[in-house]
């Protein structure tokens, strides 16, 4: 069985992500590394826990995670799509089940909001996971110097970012603490709309609700 640990001690995936990081950097984008892999992996499994799935989903839902922006090696277009792909050789090559790589392989090519759609109960956990992580931190300093796009901007005013689930009201959250100084509402939304209203789409394929409270105040 393989499990995401594996994936972290594989030295073939971790160059292949490791080349992605490279690209991102070279295309001045926020930041898409291990960091975000693991928070996406821990993420998808939590909400997949916490809405009801089983061990095995909650285990491909960690893989998923951590391999959704292996396309980036190639390119960053039609990242997911390529990455979909290359996560489902990388998968099968190890021996994981044909069926188990193919869902992964699905929920990884429907994750960004460019073109995918959640299609599946791990695919609407993943893009709720993949679009929660706004920090700070995924603001290269190098890039901020550069220039302040609005990019940027939104991203270095969250100080925190995270996901709560209300299983009694059957409401998955997305809550973001900005600095308003920095960044104000429509400023987030300018860049995030889009993605909102694909999370709104996986909740409800996951029988919740979806709520965005910024800084306390419910937007969606």
Known sequence: MITIKDLKKDAEITAI??????QIDALAYTEHSVRHDSIVATWTAMILRETGADERLIRLGEIAGYLHDIGNALSRHNHAQSGALLAYNLLVNRGMDYADAAEIMMAIGNHDETHGVPVSVLSSALIIADKSDVHKSRVKKKIFKKSMNIHDRVNLAVNRSYIEID?????????????????SVSDYFEIYHKRMFMCKNAAELLGYNYGLIINDLRVL
Not at 17 to 22: A, N
């Open 17 to 22: 992500i490791k080349t992605g990081e490279k």
């Open 167 to 183: 299983n009694e009201q059957k409401i998955i959250y997305t809550i973001i603490e900005t600095d308003p100084k920095i960044c």
